[in-house]
């Protein structure tokens, strides 16, 4: 098993354009999670699935922002008509949800920079 | 609402120097701690973790922590640091009734020759 992948890694974009970015988990974690970490801060939680089912959103989680698991594998996360304050480290993390199993294992992140 | 603390964003020594990286948080019920070590341009990584039980755990890199909970605290240790050991570490909880991790702002450790 490869670990948790994010693509793109890095990406930039202008004012006002839509970004997607995608999340693949390991294989049998049933559970996704989206962070979003600005410079000199720890990350913070958007949003997380279990199997397809979005479960939890945080009020960090604009009208722009929109997260799917479509089939319970792999996720997107689309900001649409992105701003400056959108310029951070995008995480996706995954975890398997059994009995005194808690932890979570992160991606590398997707860099987005909106000029 | 909970909260992690970490109150040095940045703490310098020198290798083969003790090291403790400190960690307050904030809640109002049992929790989850754990904390994670993020290198340049990686991930992050899981590097210890409190769920019950013995209240000092134990890395297998040297770092240990040790949950106090009369003074909400959770603070990193390590007897003797290396280079390698450079990097950005983030204090975490988890409420236990919850699923999302809260984070602090990350402690900076500068390991030097």
């Known amino acids: 098993d490869t670990g948790v992948s994010q693509d793109p890694r890095h990406k930039i974009t202008k004012r006002g354009q839509n970004v997607t970015f995608r999340c693949d988990p390991i294989?049998?974690?049933?559970?996704l999670y989206w962070y979003r970490q600005t410079l000199g801060q720890g990350p913070e939680f958007l949003t997380y699935?279990?199997?397809?089912?979005?479960?939890?959103k945080s009020r960090l989680l604009s009208d722009r922002f929109s997260a799917e698991r479509p089939k319970g594998s792999f996720s997107t996360l689309e900001i649409q008509r992105t701003e400056q304050g959108d310029s951070a480290m995008y995480l996706c993390?995954?975890?398997?949800?059994?009995?005194?199993?808690?932890?979570?294992?992160f991606g590398p992140g997707t860099r987005l920079t909106v000029t | 609402a909970q909260s992690v603390t970490q109150l040095d964003s940045q703490v310098p020594v020198f290798e083969e120097a003790p090291v403790e990286l400190r960690c307050n948080y904030s809640?109002?019920?049992?929790?989850?701690l754990f904390w994670y070590v993020q290198y340049p341009n990686q991930g992050l990584q899981l590097l210890l973790k409190?769920?019950?039980?013995?209240?000092l755990v134990k890395s297998i890199n040297g770092f240990e922590a040790e949950f106090n909970k009369s003074q909400t605290s959770f603070h990193l240790r390590k007897p003797s640091v290396h280079i390698s050991d450079t990097a950005e570490y983030f204090c975490?909880?988890?409420?236990?009734?919850?699923?999302?991790?809260?984070f602090g702002k990350g402690t900076m450790l500068l390991v030097s020759p």
């Open positions: 993390a995954s975890s398997l949800v059994v009995q005194g199993s808690y932890e979570q294992y």
């Open positions: 294989s049998e974690h049933n559970r």
């Open positions: 699935f279990q199997n397809e089912a979005q479960l939890e």
């Open positions: 809640s109002s019920v049992s929790v989850y």
């Open positions: 409190y769920l019950s039980g013995s209240t």
């Open positions: 975490a909880v988890r409420d236990s009734g919850y699923s999302t991790l809260t």
